[in-house]
């Protein structure tokens, strides 16, 4: 098992960017398929990009397609999520999450199939 530890959140205007980093303690994190999830204030949480451990296969939600993305660096066992051109309906706490997996292209957007999660990370967009 691991644990999960998001930070990188904060406050923008609508347009910038902001990066953030899912650090991963225990004793190992390279066969741990990943996402991140975001929920905002009375919705529900919803996957927003995923990415499986090899690295391989990746799912992105319709809404932040090709601005935001996802990748791993497994030597510093962290996942992050790179967003840019950033809009006020992006406002949410941002979540990590990871399962383990022998599969190595597996990738799931469904939060009941994940085991771990992080506390989460406020991102603030304004207009």
């Known amino acids: 098992q691991v644990q999960l530890v998001e930070s990188g959140g904060g406050l923008v205007q609508a347009g910038g960017s902001l990066r953030l980093s899912c650090a991963a303690s225990?004793?190992?994190?390279?066969?741990?398929?990943t996402g991140w999830f975001r929920q905002a204030p009375g919705k529900e949480r919803k996957c927003v990009a995923a990415?499986?451990?090899?690295?391989?296969?990746?799912y992105y939600a319709d809404s932040v397609k090709g601005r935001f993305t996802i990748s791993r660096d497994n030597a510093k066992n962290t996942v992050y999520l790179q967003m840019n051109s950033l809009k006020p309906e992006d406002t949410a706490v941002y979540y990590c999450?990871?399962?383990?997996?022998?599969?190595?292209?597996?990738?799931?957007?469904?939060?009941?199939?994940?085991?771990?999660w992080g506390q989460g990370t406020q991102v603030t967009v304004s207009s």
């Open positions: 990415l499986s451990w090899s690295g391989g296969t990746t």
């Open positions: 999450a990871a399962r383990d997996t022998p599969m190595a292209y597996y990738y799931t957007s469904s939060p009941y199939e994940y085991d771990y």
């Open positions: 225990g004793r190992s994190f390279s066969s741990y398929a």
